[in-house]
């Protein structure tokens, strides 16, 4: 029998590894029948040699196959999926979901809790009193019945062979792989039963996806997976050179969302977005309501308070006035217009302040933030405020903090030239058979 080690060489050679050997590897793996050292070795082999699409199917199928597929047959309608690469600011999936499940089309939306520099879907909904993440299959598919979405942390038994091989990624630099990144979300998506997916990958300085040219061959293998699984797909590559949205936290995000919910003027590049994305959902779910009409009439924020309400939390929250201004206020000392705000310097200042975790487990600090008062384009005088730093750890809050936001800024005496906030789209135009 072909051992691990000559796959590991195989692959360290550039050759491509056969349907049996990927199988045979992931649950090996995720067994614990392949130690960690020898999986890390493979993996660094496929970051370094790729994979081609054939085997990216493959790797995507072993790991959905890894586990449980979430039926959601009973019930009706195009179940819908939305995924984000991960920005700095992307609060759009707490949005999203409501405005979608408002106009009928049901979600059970996955998410995770953040690694690194800031928190992720689930640690802004917890930021929230009382709500639960943690959902059954049976909560899940009843809670997705009864209010038409939910937002909850992905059960165990689906796609555990990502779970465990994302694990390993994560502390052997073997995360920044197209085949790998695409294989592991194409196989959540799949096992978690939704029929089309609008799929938003992020580059920039904020994202893990550094160049254009990368964004788009992530965007299209995932497309040739979604395809070959019979899903429709739509993908956007939009700008994470500066964050999204003027709120970057847990509790802030949730702030500026239900602002964005309420109706009220929210920054520009945050609301086309979230615009955007919901008019594809909608499309992709055969609608053709406005998402923008549906805000305005109230009943996304009122979904949002029943979504809440369901998993426990304190629906209130949809009632509070902005995103709130307690903190530390950073002047600016120059005065010019704003040339660009470094997402990944605001990220690794958020972190700092509390707002993201360096392993899984940590807690994280609801309330550490930073409120940007200027973003990319605005006039600045010196002396005027620029944003506004929060923690619950005041001894933070010093003079070095504040630079640290200076820091992020770049202010030059030129209006700058206007910045597409989407790079690309591609979109399925067939979908093949469902396998
Ligand atoms: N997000 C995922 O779900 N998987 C990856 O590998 C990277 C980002």
Redesign the pocket.
Known sequence: MTRIVDWIEAKREGKPLTDEAIRAIVSGFTSGGIPDYQMSALLMAVVIRGMTMEETLALTTAMVESGEVLDLSSVPGVKLDK?S??GVGDKITLALVPILAAAGVPMAKMSGHGLGLTGGTLDKLESIGGFRTELTTSEIVSQVRSVGACICSQSDSLAPADRAI?AL?DVTGT?ASVP??AS??LS?KIACGADAIVLDVKVGSGA?MKDIDQARELAQTCMFLAEAYGKRMSVFITDMDQPLGRAIGNWIEVGEVVSLLQGKSVDSRLYGLTMTLCQEALGLAGKCDDPAKIVESGAALEKFGEIIEAQGGDSRVTRIRGTGRAGCTVTSTAAGYVQRVDARKIAELAAYLGAGRQHMGDSVDPIASVLLDKVVGDGVAEGETIGVVHSSRFELLTPETEERLRDAFTIGPDKPAETHLILDHFASDRVKTPR
């Open positions: 995924h690469t991960g994302y990624r995360v790998l990144i592991s979300i959540k893990f």
